[in-house]
């Protein structure tokens, strides 16, 4: 069930056509549930690189977090409406276990998060998007950004386990 107007749709499809990006690899639409780790996470302009792969994949129904601040007024309700759900990030309930706690109070629900959890270059992935897959017990889907050969790169499903260290080399690679 798409949530964004056919008018957005329409747009993202032509954005997509005239940027040049493509889709490698194959989408686990069986997947009810799932985070997508997406990176690099380099500029405010990734996010029409993801919004375009999200409507050519036709998983409009995929979400991301922003921090509950930036849905008020008139920016929420379109944030809203592009998929984003809020988090506080003072609560006593951490971020993690409020991501967490969406998966189990939906029957589908796709989250896509940046595991930099930053825009600037990084040299290591936070494990934020690692834990909150863990807890909701869910698989990761590893997302890549080749922005040599504009492609979006979809990786293996991953599940969680306790070798946290063996897991994130999974990922990275």
Not at 17 to 39: C, D, H
Not at 141 to 168: R, S, W
């Amino acid at each position: 069930m798409p949530y964004l107007p056919a008018m957005v749709r329409l747009l993202l499809r032509i954005y997509w056509k005239l940027s040049g990006w493509k889709i490698a690899g194959s989408f686990p639409y069986n997947q009810k549930k799932m985070v997508l780790a997406v990176a690099p996470h380099t500029s405010m302009f990734d996010i029409m690189i993801g919004f375009g792969a999200r409507n050519q994949l036709n998983i409009t129904h995929a979400k991301f977090l922003g921090k509950k601040e930036l849905f008020k007024g008139p920016l929420g309700w379109l944030l809203r409406k592009l998929g984003g759900t809020p988090v506080d990030r003072h609560s006593k309930h951490g971020v993690v276990e409020q991501a967490a706690a969406l998966f189990s109070s939906h029957d589908e629900f796709l989250l896509a998060l940046a595991p930099e959890g930053t825009r600037t270059k990084v040299d290591s992935l936070r494990s934020g998007f690692y834990h909150i897959a863990r807890m909701a017990g869910v698989p990761i889907l590893p997302v890549g950004f080749d922005f040599k050969t504009k492609q979006v790169v979809l990786g293996e499903l991953l599940y969680p386990g306790t070798a946290e260290e063996a897991d994130f080399k999974r990922i990275l690679a």
